[in-house]
């Protein structure tokens, strides 16, 4: 009797500290979930505000949980190796980030093809005898997204008792582009010391066409190496999928064993190193 009172206590306390445990551990994650949830909110926010999406990114926070516990339930159920779980549901968790990144940079690529014209723009509207403020105004009218939403809000802050020079700098900082900042720099230079602003557009204009040709044709020239560097780069896993095909019985060593799994980490990071040398030596900077 005293034998079952006493296994009966022992299991009473083991199932409260157990409780107690689970408790805290339980709070600790719900912090640290919150935590990382109102930086990634933050963060989103920022990233979907300055590409003038209006969307709750609380949406995206949870959009981005699902596909991470999506991806890791599909490595669960397709292995049992650690590093292709973790592998798996890291690329999960990048995607949505990768998604917002690439649609950041797609805005800021079509932002630099419009700023040409958009600077054609400026120049015939001064030459026709508007001042600066009526050429923006007239370059948010006859253009379109992004750069009209981007000198829109210029024309917003300017409205609102922000000077130009001060709207023109936040849109440089909105907006990291080396042409849009020459650009900016000859507005200020201008504005203070006086000058032609048209026939400066202009020249910038040029400048950038030209420029523009000149990477059109190294482009060109380095496509090919650009190709080699693919091929070199996924030549190794093809001739890994054969060899699985082939003998799948050793291959699979690969997967299962420590050292196997060691080699396939080494063999991915030597790809990606030597896919970059090669982009970094085709790459001119023009």
Same mark, same amino acid.
């Given at each position: 009797?005293?034998?079952?009172?006493?296994?009966?206590?022992?299991?009473?306390?083991?199932?409260?500290?157990?409780?107690?445990?689970?408790?805290?551990?339980?709070?600790?994650?719900?912090?640290?979930?919150?935590a990382y949830e109102n930086r990634y909110v933050a963060s989103v926010s920022r990233s979907l505000s300055a590409m003038f999406i209006f969307q709750d990114p609380r949406r995206l926070f949870f959009l981005n949980i699902i596909i991470t516990l999506f991806f890791l339930l599909v490595a669960v159920a397709l292995t049992r190796n650690p590093i292709t779980i973790a592998l798996?549901?890291?690329?999960?968790?990048?995607?949505?980030?990768?998604?917002?990144?690439?649609?950041?940079?797609?805005?800021?690529?079509?932002?630099?093809?419009?700023?040409?014209?958009?600077?054609?723009?400026?120049?015939?509207?001064?030459? !026709?005898?508007?001042?600066? #403020?009526?050429?923006?105004?007239? &370059? %948010?009218?006859? +253009?379109?997204?992004?750069? /009209? @939403?981007?000198?829109?809000?210029?024309?917003?802050?300017?409205?609102?008792?922000?000077?130009?020079?001060?709207?023109?700098?936040?849109?440089?900082?909105?907006?990291?582009?080396?042409?849009?900042?020459?650009?900016?720099?000859?507005?200020?230079?201008?504005?203070?010391?006086?000058?032609?602003?048209?026939?400066?557009?202009? !020249?910038?204009?040029?400048? #950038?066409?030209?420029?523009?040709? &000149? %990477?059109?044709? +190294?482009?060109?020239?380095? /496509? @090919?190496?650009?190709?080699?560097?693919?091929?070199?780069?996924?030549?190794?896993?093809?001739?890994?999928?054969?060899?699985?095909?082939?003998?799948?019985?050793?291959?699979?060593?690969?997967?299962?064993?420590?050292?196997?799994?060691?080699?396939?980490?080494?063999?991915?990071?030597?790809?990606?190193?030597?896919?970059?040398?090669?982009?970094?030596?085709?790459?001119?900077?023009?």
């Open positions: 009797m005293q034998d079952t009172i006493y296994f009966i206590g022992i299991y009473g306390l083991t199932f409260a500290a157990s409780a107690v445990a689970v408790g805290w551990l339980t709070a600790i994650a719900q912090d640290l979930l919150e798996l549901t890291g690329i999960g968790f990048s995607i949505p980030r990768v998604l917002i990144w690439r649609a950041r940079q797609k805005r800021l690529e079509q932002f630099a093809q419009q700023l040409v014209d958009g600077l054609t723009v400026l120049s015939n509207a001064l030459r !026709s005898g508007q001042n600066l #403020i009526q050429s923006l105004e007239t &370059l %948010e009218v006859e +253009t379109g997204p992004p750069i /009209s @939403q981007e000198f829109g809000l210029v024309m917003r802050e300017y409205r609102v008792g922000v000077n130009i020079e001060a709207a023109l700098e936040n849109l440089v900082k909105r907006v990291p582009n080396e042409d849009l900042k020459l650009m900016v720099t000859a507005i200020n230079v201008v504005l203070a010391q006086g000058g032609n602003l048209a026939e400066i557009f202009e !020249s910038i204009a040029k400048v #950038i066409r030209e420029r523009n040709k &000149l %990477e059109g044709k +190294t482009k060109a020239l380095t /496509s @090919q190496g650009k190709l080699q560097g693919v091929i070199v780069g996924l030549l190794p896993t093809f001739l890994g999928g054969i060899m699985y095909v082939m003998d799948p019985i050793t291959m699979r060593l690969m997967f299962t064993t420590l050292v196997g799994n060691i080699s396939l980490v080494a063999m991915v990071i030597l790809q990606v190193v030597g896919y970059l040398l090669i982009r970094k030596v085709i790459n001119i900077e023009i």
